[in-house]
Structures are given as C-alpha cells and as structure tokens.
C-alpha cells in the first residue's frame, strides 16, 4: 500500500510503531492471554500502564512537587467547565484570552461559574494573530485562560510571559512539542487526540493548592480531587487511549525527549514555511511572529487552485491537507509524529504545484 | 498459549473476532492506508462507523420514534450527574430505587441537583435482593431511577413492572443481553466497557421530549441536546471505543439478536446455578428470584478454601473470578461474550473442587 502522510487536525498522526504495538495488545497483552480491550483497569498490568504513563509525563515535563497528573475523559470541551467549576468562585473572577474558536468556547462555559474578563482578543483580524498579555491583570482574578495553540488559526505562544496569575493553559494541540516551565501554570489541560494519543482520554496537570476553594459543592465526575483521590480511577478509565498515550510517551522519551523535539520541530516548520513563502501561489495565514509550529495555515488566491492542490496532494499520499472552514485553504498539521520525510513530500508538492501554474 | 476465560466484571470479556478486527484496524483501516487511532472524527469512513453502530443499536433494540441514541464519554458515573442535570428540576422530584452500590452513587449525585426519594432499599441485607418498585410514586415525580443489574451483588430485574412514571435506567451490565420494552424508559444508559466494548464511551438513548424542561443552563458537554444537535460528535468523540461497539454489535446482529442471546444467557447461568446449588462448599448469595444472568455471585464458609479454589481456577485459565469486596467471595461474570465452553470449564472447576474438598 501507498505510504501516506497524515496532515489531519486531530485525531493526528501518531508514531508508527506506536500504532503496531497498539495492534498487538488488542489480540493480547502483557502475559496476561487476555486483550488489552477486555483487561479490569484493577488488574496489575493496567494499573502499571497507568503509573507508567503519569511518571513519564512528570519526568518528560518536568512537573514540579504539588502538582497532580490525570488522565480523564471528556477533551478538552469538558475541561472548558471543570477548570471553572473547580477553580472559580461565583463571586470570582477569571482572564480569558480570547485567540480564536476553542479560547471562545472556552470562556462561554466559564460564564456559567464566575466572571469573565477577555482581557485580549484577535477576533478584529479572524485571529490571524495574537493579542498578547496585556500588563496589569486584574489583580483580584484567580488565573489568566490561554489556548497555547491555535489549531484552527495557525498561530502558538512562543513563550508564556511572567504574569501575576496562575496561568490555565489548554495545550492539546501543542502538549510535548517542547519543553515548558510548568511552575507558570495553574492548571494544564490537553485532549489526547493530536500530540500524545487517539482521542479518548485528556491530561490534566493542577496545582493541588487551588483546589477546593471555589466554594461549591462539584458533581463527583467533574471534581478533580476525587480524581486525584481515585489516582485516574476514580470510574473506569479509557484504559485504551492511556496506553496509546503510554506507547507515545515511551517513543517521545526514546526520541530525546522535549528538547530534542522542539528543535526537529522547528527545523519542520522553519522548511516548510520557507517553501510558502518561496512560492508565488501560496500565501501563510498567521501572523509571521505568532505562527504555530504545529499547524501551518496557508491560502491560494483562486479556487480552482485549491482543488487541484487537494487533489495533486491526495495522489501523492498526502492527506487531510484541507484548511478548516473558518480560515479556508490548507492547513498542514505537524504534529510531533509527522517525519521530515512527510514535510519533504509536502514541499515537493508545493514547489512542483508552484512551477506548473505560477 | 492456554486459552483464558475472562470473568471480570468489566471491562470485560468481548467476542475474540472483535479484538482482531479492531487490532487490524489499528494498523490499517478500511482503505484509508491510516490507523483507526489516527484518522479524523470527520472523515467520511468514521462518520460511517458512527452512523452505523447507532443504526444498530436503534434496530436491536427496537428503539421507537422519539428517541436519540448517543454515544458520550465519561461511564455511567457522568451520567449520574448529566441525569438530574437535564431531567431534575431544582423544585422538581425523582425517585431512585437503591439496590446497590452503584444506584447509591446515581442517587447522591441527584441531590446536587433537586428533591431525591428512595422510594426502595435493599440496603438492610447488604443488597443481596431487589425490592421491588412500590406501587404508588409520588406522582409529581420526573423520573424512577433503577440499576437493571447490581453488578456487585449478582441481582437483576428480570422485568420492568409498569409505573406511573418514565424508568431512567443505569443498564451499564447488562445491556444487549436481552429485549427490553424502550417505551417504558425515558432514558437508558450503559458504560460500554461489559456487553458493548472496551472501557471509553458510554451509551445513551433518550426520550428527546423529556429535555430543555429542567430550567437551568447545562454546561455544554453534560447538555444532552448539545451532543443530539452534534450527534454524537460535539466534540472529538472516542473513536477507537465506538468502533469497538460497532464490532460487539455486528456480531450481536449476526448471533441472532436479543431474543436468541436471551435464551443463550438464560442457559448458561442456569446450568452455572444448578452446579452450585448442586455443591456441597458452595452457596450463592443472591436470593434466588432476584438472580442476575449476567454477574453470578457465591461464597463458600471457610477463607482457606477461597484461596485453594481460586488457586485451582487460575490453574485452569479461569481468570477474574474474585469477588467484590463487598460481597467476598466469588464473582463470575458471564456477559454476552462468554461461551457455553467458558461456563463448562467454570463448573468442572466447580465440581472438581467439591469433591476434593467436601
């Protein structure tokens, strides 16, 4: 069969030999004679994937003491009314920075609980950019809400400023694309389905310390401490999708670790980016100071164009190329996973399509 | 290897051809050339699996016009709260029937949200029967909350009497294991990780009528008319566990349906019954008329002999017989997947075992 490179948004391409060994535990696991499918998530085995996984997020991330590693169900979507339900009093306040479609939702499900504050937007420019932290936060707030990247926009925080708050960052679509300083942050969230596993499963990293003081009583199933009381188990976990996220994070370890794979990162996007703005048809989407080195958004001016781009790309093996309704054009996902061989193919692909129709 | 018999009461046995499919699946998926744990919620060959399995489950179960079947994340613990969240009005009244651990649970959640009568309890004989449901419900009731099957204590309802009021049933164990009358029920739900699937998605069918009337604002992802308006795919659903389902329930399908796995259930616990009733050290603990077809519970008087029978059961590749702590014991869990080979091994160990030792 035709290799194929999976350019797709999420769920996203994972690494090969993770897909393998997924193959093998669903016909049978450990020495267990059992599929991993069937096996109680009670059973040794599973508990060791799920110690296993939380170590290697702490020592891939460098999660300092007070900080508690989950993994739950729901995305990133019910992280948008957990982290307020959790952390924000009725009568508190809470930032929003507001940087495209999934910062919105998530500042929508936040009004239910407290008081919003958008303290920036890039709505004005169809969040082709970002607006940056403003200075001054509200002092009185209990954190400052950042989407890290902007799956749909194209745009991802270098850094993350030194503010006076807590930072809650959702980073499911940039989550162990680069090392972080995790001291900055209050709560993490990131649905599985781009960097780190199939979809099923969400990590959550919280400082332990902020919870339990936003003064309501919280559904038991939206409560992070019974979870971190219950060690992930407080019901039966997504055993599945944590043991994907395991076999990613022993490759991610194996790979070199975040460092290693910020700069193959960079070195993916940096030629890719190039080979945009090389070309006479295609132009980026982003912001040049704010773009993601995870989804790369570009256009061409003609319509016509974008569906023989689609259809030089798919004969070439490369799939899920089409830009998200919002932007339009393409969209390039790059997630870790994605080999340099796959951006190559991309950017022959470009320079080719370039050449015969400039 | 020695063939296993899985008796886990979730996540649990589930037919062998699924787990090959689904291992073929993660490394290539229809013609895709893309693992199944990769490819996009939208793409037109998930979508197609989605459409499919609730295709099925309509048709299995005979679900009537009027209601949504939707497959949502979070096990049936989410659903004790998203329950009385879209249904219980915060003036409003429901009744729950206690019958174990796990309509507890359903229960105490409902308190968060509105006025909770127990209107039964079993609770006096550590739940080792079914109470019944009492004539008379306080008829300002939204909805009577029943567990059709006590996973734990090894009880089911073998019928569902009818009431003046709309069951809401937590069918998580024992779903598809027989026909049920959908018309008596305002909402079911079952966690997929016993009859349906591996652990990861939870099915729920639902009266569309009975929503929008609980005057309160839903967050997002508990709102269950969000996920109808979505369906299913509000969010990034959990693929890999709705494709899982869709396996289970082909494979139903093919079995013949309910009524013929009815008739399968009803022989395999019987001729597992009458073996430790036969018995000399063994006892069941479930008062007989209330036996569940699924979850068959037994002890035997002396704590040494525990050990030796479950010594000998691990021996024979009968796996995950130990029971629940609250109940001790034993606990063999006999779902839809298991074969007439598995309950035949289970009763030589049985018989073996009592001669040895009576």
Redesign the interface.
């Known amino acids: 069969?035709?290799?194929?490179f999976?350019f797709?948004?999420?769920?996203?391409?994972?690494p090969t030999e993770?897909?393998?060994q997924?193959?093998?535990a669903?016909?049978?696991f450990s020495k267990?004679?059992?599929?991993?499918?069937?096996?109680?998530?009670r059973?040794k085995e599973i508990i060791a994937v799920m110690d296993e996984a939380i170590a290697l997020v702490k020592e891939l991330l460098g999660v300092p003491q007070g900080y508690q590693v989950l993994f739950l169900?729901?995305?990133?979507?019910?992280q948008?009314?957990m982290v307020p339900?959790n952390l924000l009093p009725q009568t508190g306040k809470a930032v929003y920075i507001d940087t495209g479609v999934w910062a919105k939702?998530a500042s929508?499900?936040a009004k239910?609980f407290g008081d919003v504050v958008v303290a920036a937007s890039s709505s004005d420019k169809n969040y082709n950019y970002l607006p940056g932290i403003p200075q001054n936060l509200p002092a009185d707030a209990v954190y400052c809400h950042v989407t890290s990247n902007n799956t749909i926009f194209g745009t991802q925080m270098s850094h993350f400023p030194k503010i006076s708050l807590p930072y809650v960052a959702d980073m499911s679509s940039d989550i162990f694309s680069r090392p972080i300083d995790v001291s900055q942050f209050g709560l993490i969230y990131a649905?599985a389905?781009k960097n780190l596993?199939?979809?099923?499963?969400t990590l959550v990293i919280v400082r332990e310390d902020l919870l339990g003081k936003a003064g309501r009583?919280i559904?038991?199933?939206?409560d992070y401490k019974i979870h971190i009381e219950g060690e992930s188990m407080?019901?039966?976990?997504?055993?599945?999708?944590i043991y994907?996220s395991l076999l990613t994070l022993r490759w991610l370890k194996k790979t070199g670790g975040l460092v290693a794979l910020e700069q193959h990162n960079k070195a993916k996007a940096g030629k890719l980016y190039d080979a945009i703005d090389n070309s006479k048809l295609f132009t980026g989407t982003a912001n040049k100071a704010d773009r993601s080195l995870m989804n790369v958004t570009f256009v061409t001016q003609t319509p016509e164009l974008e569906e023989a781009f689609l259809a030089l790309a798919k004969e070439r093996?490369l799939?899920?190329l089409k830009g998200h309704r919002s932007v339009g054009g393409f969209r390039a996902s790059i997630y870790n996973a994605m080999p340099m061989e796959g951006i190559d193919a991309l950017v022959s692909a470009l320079q080719d399509f370039d050449r015969a129709h400039a």
Do not use: W
């Open positions: 069969m035709k290799k194929v999976n797709s948004a999420g769920p996203a391409i994972l993770v897909f393998e997924t193959a093998d669903c016909r049978s267990s004679g059992l599929s991993i499918l069937e096996m109680s998530h059973s169900q729901g995305g990133a979507s019910l948008f009314s339900y939702k929508k499900e239910l649905g389905q596993a199939c979809a099923g499963t009583t559904p038991s199933m939206l407080f019901n039966t976990p997504p055993v599945i999708s994907v093996g799939d899920g």
